[in-house]
């Protein structure tokens, strides 16, 4: 069924940072908007808070607490909605496809919302990278232990580690151990904090990792450079991890174990790309060799009536990801104003934005690009992995089970994903895909699914367009 | 102000809002779950709904993903 | 220097390096991409004899399903499933026409009631018409059988019998007067004693690079995959009787008509779409919304069951719908093997097995005068 009648100016996916930045800026301009997040709450995976208060100490949150507020009184939210696909109508409009589940145990609904133009706000996930035990409970993501604290008040555990990649590293063990949990180290792949070693990080990120390091010293966390869990064991649940120091590479020199109840770990982010890519938008490669959408200077992909913000476009953080969502808002409204006036060569080239804005983004633009720089992923982790280990979780596909497909003439990620199934699965090789794509000596592939999110048969069948756009069986 | 839930008949207390996933590893159930090749305990793994680990059976329904399910009260949870 | 070489590292290629090793030929096998890129691992897998009318394509089918059977038994690794399929129909003017086809067809089958469809079929809906049941229809997973096929060929018949090439794309064919004496290649040239063209979808094409018209179109289609089931909720291959029809159709239109099966994997494929749009990848909501909503009017228990993903592919389509088989006498040492439309996988062991009788100058088992290269008007430009 169709939500309604109603043509939006603008369709916003995603409820973070970026969108509802850009949901607001374009409804304060005054277009219709609407919004559409999975989640039960606006917020994404940074300004993620619980349904009650107390709120987690999440810097910036009672900002965005307000301008959740103030986009609540002049947009449609479609919060619950997951997008599955989204297609392009002969007039020109987009339609997003979406299925939600009421409380009503009446089951799954397909919802379509149709746009004039989408601003593509998805985030990002994890992006973890395998070893042997990786799947044993008690085994998080970073992102996931993140999650559980601010969407949950809930402590991951009591002995923890974090290891992994990146910055993000330092907030999710800071996080842990403020609220209760014993950190019993986090373990860098990479060099370090070597954020003051780069120019363009040690003038903006200096303030901000300073502040972590101070919080981790308070609570007594060892952080450990050139060092990576290897291992987790266990029987049916996390009971010790393997901790190896590292050379520059992540080839191992040597090992020790630790018993802990809790694993959180992280190599980075994957940008959510899937609908750009469906929508034909153009990627590119960022500085990590993740497939991002390609923007121009207004946050427009080159698909007509699509922008996209935040982290599709290349891991930033939040404050990016809000700026790119405040001018892709505003670039929408502009586009809006000036197709109502019949101006098509200046909707073209588009009017200016605010200077300052531009000048902050491309700052924080350069800045984001430098740190994925600073936090690279070594190829040494693929001589941690054992023949047995899973390198796809959902179809349970070991290491010497991608060997064998690559002897028998799988030649690429996507051939080894058709012999051997990696990616097949639940997830759609949203966890497996960019440690296939390494082992497979390639960098990851722009994300094919032409189905996002699962969607029963009942709510697929009762798609409102399922008219076919031509003839029919006879 | 918690409420509960059970799994396989065993009470879990909640906070309001709180999702299935967070309110089971808070109680210390950590998986809830076996995979069907190899049998394998899963439960949170991403805890953002991407990567289809957590999927629970709550009141007899199709598996969903227990990070993103709220919990409500009275649901039950089975495991097998 | 090839005895033979292979164009195409799809099933059809596979078998043709499979079938011409048994033979005693040495074979090169050349692909722009890996094995089983192009339609192959688009595929279900299907190996059927219930879809075909009486005629020349039924009895390469058969030919073809008794290989399939002998390959599953001797080598296999391609999860060969002899599971049976079902045609049901949903009137009873349609389950006349079924069970007059079965009986024109010669192929085994079983007239099924109306109230004995659910001993073979739990979950089918209420009030169908009847069925016909034809056991031989049978399964394989088509990318590793291609694969395997590959690798049997390499392995069994002597070393560097069989060599692969992959990531090889050929832009032309070496000529020694009229004769096709091997193939030009981004990587170099390739000499053999014959070519053949297992291109599939992209048959024609590397046709036209002889100078020789093969009408060879795409025919998309879409499948549907559902979440792995813990339990089997699907038996057979089970179609409705609208699928015969639309697959001899010559409509550039949209059809569609339900096919639903069960995988070892766990998960239920759907189809069955047929449009003829060029190679167009961009997925069509009310194509997958209408396989959806045929699926679950033939099994109502899986409403509830949920998508995870689709896939397209595109047929290699003949306008006769039959397969082009043998040699062409416009390029002497040009064979032919593609064309087999949604068939391909079922018909390749045959297709080869022939091919590979007249690669060595042995009488076919089989009349391929049908299948001719030159069979086709040439089409005024």
Same mark, same amino acid.
């Given at each position: 069924?169709?939500?309604?009648?109603?043509?939006?100016?603008?369709?916003?996916?995603?409820?973070?940072?970026?969108?509802?930045?850009?949901?607001?800026?374009?409804?304060?301009?005054?277009?219709?908007?609407?919004?559409? !997040?999975?989640?039960?709450?606006?917020?994404?995976?940074?300004?993620?808070?619980?349904?009650?208060?107390?709120?987690?100490?999440?810097?910036?949150?009672?900002?965005?607490?307000?301008?959740?507020?103030?986009?609540?009184?002049?947009?449609?939210?479609?919060?619950?909605?997951?997008?599955?696909?989204?297609?392009?109508?002969?007039?020109?409009?987009?339609?997003?496809?979406?299925?939600?589940?009421?409380?009503?145990?009446?089951?799954?609904?397909?919802?379509?919302?149709?746009?004039?133009?989408?601003?593509?706000?998805?985030?990002?996930?994890?992006?973890?990278?395998?070893?042997?035990?990786?799947?044993?409970?008690?085994?998080?993501?970073?992102?996931?232990?993140?999650?559980?604290?601010?969407?949950?008040?809930?402590?991951?555990?009591?002995?923890?580690?974090?290891?992994?990649?990146?910055?993000?590293?330092?907030?999710?063990?800071?996080?842990?151990?403020?609220?209760?949990?014993?950190?019993?180290?986090?373990?860098?792949?990479?060099?370090?904090?070597?954020?003051?070693?780069?120019?363009?990080?040690?003038?903006?990120?200096?303030?901000?990792?300073?502040?972590?390091?101070?919080?981790?010293?308070?609570?007594?966390?060892?952080?450990?450079?050139?060092?990576?869990?290897?291992?987790?064991?266990?029987? !049916?649940?996390?009971?010790?991890?393997?901790?190896?120091?590292?050379?520059?590479?992540?080839?191992?020199?040597?090992?020790?174990?630790?018993?802990?109840?809790?694993?959180?770990?992280?190599?980075?982010?994957?940008?959510?790309?899937?609908?750009?890519?469906?929508?034909?938008?153009?990627?590119?490669?960022?500085?990590?060799?993740?497939?991002?959408?390609?923007?121009?200077?207004?946050?427009?992909?080159?698909?007509?009536?699509?922008?996209?913000?935040?982290?599709?476009?290349?891991?930033?953080?939040?404050?990016?990801?809000?700026?790119?969502?405040?001018?892709?808002?505003?670039?929408?409204?502009?586009?809006?104003?000036?197709?109502?006036?019949?101006?098509?060569?200046?909707?073209?080239?588009?009017?200016?934005?605010?200077?300052?804005?531009?000048?902050?983004? !491309?700052?924080?633009?350069?800045?984001?690009?430098?740190?994925?720089?600073?936090?690279?992923?070594?190829?040494?982790?693929?001589?941690?992995?054992?023949?047995?280990?899973?390198?796809?979780?959902?179809?349970?596909?070991?290491?010497?089970?991608?060997?064998?497909?690559? !002897?028998?003439?799988?030649?690429?990620?996507?051939?080894?994903?058709?012999?051997?199934?990696?990616?097949?699965?639940?997830?759609?090789?949203?966890?497996?895909?960019?440690?296939?794509?390494?082992?497979?000596?390639?960098?990851?592939?722009?994300?094919?699914?032409?189905?996002?999110?699962?969607?029963?048969?009942?709510?697929?069948?009762?798609?409102?367009?399922?008219?076919?756009?031509?003839?029919?069986?006879? | 102000?918690?409420?509960?839930?059970?799994?396989?008949?065993?009470?879990?207390?909640?906070?309001?809002?709180?999702?299935?996933?967070?309110?089971?590893?808070?109680?210390?159930?950590?998986?809830?779950?076996?995979?069907?090749?190899?049998?394998?305990?899963?439960?949170?793994?991403?805890?953002?709904?991407?990567?289809?680990?957590?999927?629970?059976?709550?009141?007899?329904?199709?598996?969903?993903?227990?990070?993103?399910?709220?919990?409500?009260?009275?649901?039950?949870?089975?495991?097998? | 220097?090839?005895?033979?070489?292979?164009?195409?590292?799809? +099933? +059809?290629?596979?078998?043709?390096?499979?079938?011409?090793?048994?033979?005693?030929?040495?074979?090169?096998?050349?692909?722009?991409?890996?094995?089983?890129?192009?339609?192959?691992?688009?595929?279900?897998?299907?190996?059927?004899?219930?879809?075909?009318?009486?005629?020349?394509?039924?009895?390469?089918?058969?030919?073809?399903?008794?290989?399939?059977?002998?390959?599953?038994?001797?080598?296999?690794?391609?999860?060969?499933?002899?599971?049976?399929?079902?045609?049901?129909?949903?009137?009873?003017?349609?389950?006349?026409?079924?069970?007059?086809?079965?009986?024109?067809?010669?192929?085994?089958?079983?007239?099924?009631?109306?109230?004995?469809?659910?001993?073979?079929? &739990?979950?089918? %809906?209420?009030?169908?018409?009847?069925?016909?049941?034809?056991?031989?229809?049978?399964?394989?997973?088509?990318?590793?059988?291609?694969?395997?096929?590959?690798?049997?060929?390499?392995?069994?018949?002597?070393?560097?019998?069989?060599?692969?090439?992959?990531? +090889?794309?050929?832009?032309?064919?070496?000529?020694?007067?009229?004769? +096709?004496?091997?193939?030009?290649?981004?990587?170099?040239?390739?000499?053999?004693?014959?070519?053949?063209?297992?291109?599939?979808?992209?048959?024609?094409?590397?046709?036209?690079?002889?100078?020789?018209?093969? &009408?060879?179109?795409?025919?998309?289609?879409?499948?549907?995959?559902?979440?792995?089931?813990?339990?089997?909720?699907?038996?057979?291959?089970?179609?409705?009787?609208?699928?015969?029809?639309?697959?001899?159709?010559?409509?550039?239109?949209?059809?569609?008509?339900?096919?639903?099966?069960?995988?070892?994997? *766990?998960?239920?494929?759907?189809?069955?779409?047929?449009?003829?749009?060029?190679?167009?990848?961009?997925?069509?909501?009310?194509?997958?919304?209408?396989? %959806?909503?045929?699926?679950?009017?033939?099994?109502?228990?899986?409403?509830?069951?949920?998508?995870?993903?689709?896939?397209? *592919?595109?047929?290699?389509?003949?306008?006769?719908?039959?397969?082009?088989?043998?040699?062409?006498?416009?390029?002497?040492?040009?064979?032919?093997?593609?064309?087999?439309?949604?068939?391909?996988?079922?018909?390749?062991?045959?297709?080869?097995?022939?091919?590979?009788?007249?690669?060595?100058?042995?009488?076919?088992?089989?009349?391929?005068?049908?299948?001719?290269?030159?069979?086709?008007?040439?089409?005024?430009?």
């Amino acid at each position: 069924m169709t939500y309604d009648l109603m043509t939006y100016d603008l369709v916003v996916i995603g409820g973070g940072a970026a969108g509802v930045a850009g949901a607001l800026s374009a409804a304060q301009r005054g277009l219709r908007v609407a919004l559409i !997040d999975s989640g039960a709450r606006l917020g994404g995976q940074y300004f993620r808070h619980p349904a009650v208060p107390p709120h987690p100490a999440t810097s910036g949150l009672d900002r965005f607490v307000r301008q959740t507020r103030a986009l609540s009184e002049r947009a449609e939210l479609l919060l619950g909605h997951q997008v599955w696909s989204v297609s392009r109508e002969p007039g020109g409009d987009l339609t997003v496809h979406c299925v939600t589940t009421p409380g009503d145990g009446s089951g799954e609904r397909p919802v379509e919302v149709r746009g004039r133009r989408l601003l593509l706000a998805t985030g990002a996930h994890d992006r973890p990278l395998p070893f042997p035990g990786w799947d044993l409970p008690g085994v998080l993501t970073a992102g996931g232990a993140q999650a559980l604290l601010k969407g949950n008040g809930v402590v991951a555990g009591q002995r923890v580690v974090v290891a992994g990649t990146g910055p993000f590293l330092l907030p999710v063990a800071a996080g842990l151990a403020a609220a209760g949990a014993r950190v019993l180290g986090v373990h860098e792949a990479n060099g370090g904090l070597g954020l003051a070693r780069h120019p363009v990080l040690a003038l903006a990120k200096a303030g901000e990792a300073a502040s972590y390091a101070l919080s981790l010293a308070r609570h007594r966390v060892p952080y450990r450079p050139r060092t990576a869990v290897l291992a987790a064991h266990g029987g !049916d649940r996390l009971e010790a991890v393997t901790v190896a120091r590292l050379d520059r590479d992540w080839n191992v020199l040597s090992t020790r174990r630790v018993a802990c109840d809790t694993l959180a770990t992280g190599y980075g982010f994957t940008p959510q790309t899937d609908l750009g890519v469906q929508l034909g938008c153009d990627t590119r490669r960022d500085a990590d060799g993740s497939p991002v959408l390609a923007v121009d200077d207004r946050q427009r992909t080159g698909v007509p009536g699509v922008w996209a913000a935040g982290e599709p476009t290349g891991v930033g953080g939040w404050r990016l990801a809000e700026l790119e969502g405040r001018l892709a808002g505003l670039a929408a409204a502009d586009d809006a104003g000036l197709a109502a006036a019949g101006e098509s060569a200046a909707r073209e080239a588009g009017a200016a934005l605010p200077e300052v804005l531009v000048r902050r983004r !491309d700052r924080m633009r350069a800045f984001a690009r430098a740190l994925l720089e600073a936090y690279p992923v070594k190829d040494g982790w693929q001589g941690w992995l054992r023949d047995d280990t899973l390198v796809c979780r959902c179809e349970e596909v070991p290491l010497s089970r991608l060997r064998e497909a690559q !002897d028998l003439g799988a030649t690429d990620a996507r051939s080894i994903k058709l012999l051997a199934r990696p990616g097949m699965g639940w997830c759609q090789g949203r966890i497996c895909g960019y440690p296939v794509a390494c082992l497979a000596g390639e960098e990851p592939a722009p994300p094919r699914r032409p189905v996002v999110q699962p969607i029963t048969l009942a709510a697929l069948a009762e798609d409102l367009s399922a008219e076919p756009p031509t003839g029919g069986p006879s | 102000m918690t409420f509960q839930i059970t799994i396989d008949g065993r009470p879990v207390p909640v906070t309001p809002g709180q999702t299935i996933g967070a309110a089971l590893h808070a109680a210390g159930v950590r998986s809830w779950r076996t995979t069907r090749f190899g049998g394998r305990p899963r439960g949170l793994f991403c805890g953002i709904g991407v990567c289809f680990d957590c999927l629970v059976t709550v009141n007899g329904r199709p598996p969903e993903r227990a990070c993103l399910l709220e919990a409500r009260p009275g649901d039950e949870v089975t495991t097998s | 220097m090839s005895d033979v070489i292979v164009v195409g590292a799809g +099933v +059809v290629g596979a078998a043709c390096a499979y079938y011409a090793a048994r033979a005693g030929l040495d074979v090169t096998v050349v692909d722009r991409g890996p094995v089983a890129g192009g339609t192959t691992g688009a595929g279900e897998g299907n190996v059927l004899v219930s879809d075909k009318e009486p005629g020349p394509e039924l009895d390469l089918a058969l030919l073809s399903n008794g290989l399939w059977r002998e390959l599953a038994e001797t080598r296999g690794g391609f999860e060969f499933e002899p599971k049976g399929g079902l045609v049901v129909a949903e009137t009873g003017e349609i389950q006349a026409q079924l069970t007059g086809l079965a009986g024109k067809q010669g192929v085994e089958h079983r007239i099924v009631a109306p109230t004995a469809l659910r001993e073979l079929e &739990p979950h089918l %809906a209420d009030g169908l018409a009847g069925g016909v049941f034809y056991p031989q229809d049978a399964q394989v997973q088509p990318m590793l059988a291609a694969a395997r096929l590959l690798r049997h060929g390499a392995d069994s018949y002597g070393h560097g019998t069989v060599r692969l090439r992959l990531g +090889v794309t050929v832009t032309g064919f070496i000529r020694s007067g009229d004769r +096709v004496t091997g193939v030009r290649t981004d990587k170099g040239d390739l000499l053999g004693g014959a070519v053949v063209n297992a291109a599939g979808t992209w048959g024609g094409e590397i046709a036209a690079l002889a100078g020789a018209a093969l &009408p060879v179109l795409p025919r998309r289609g879409f499948i549907l995959v559902t979440e792995p089931l813990a339990e089997p909720l699907i038996r057979h291959k089970v179609y409705t009787a609208a699928y015969v029809t639309n697959v001899a159709s010559d409509s550039a239109a949209l059809e569609t008509s339900a096919v639903v099966e069960g995988t070892q994997a *766990g998960t239920v494929l759907i189809g069955a779409s047929r449009e003829r749009v060029g190679f167009d990848r961009t997925t069509s909501v009310p194509v997958l919304a209408r396989l %959806a909503e045929q699926a679950v009017a033939l099994f109502p228990a899986l409403r509830g069951v949920r998508v995870i993903r689709s896939y397209c *592919g595109f047929r290699p389509y003949c306008p006769d719908h039959l397969p082009v088989i043998g040699a062409d006498p416009r390029a002497p040492g040009l064979y032919h093997a593609c064309g087999h439309e949604g068939a391909g996988i079922g018909l390749a062991p045959a297709t080869e097995h022939l091919l590979a009788q007249l690669l060595t100058g042995r009488e076919p088992d089989l009349d391929l005068h049908p299948f001719r290269p030159d069979r086709f008007p040439e089409e005024p430009r």
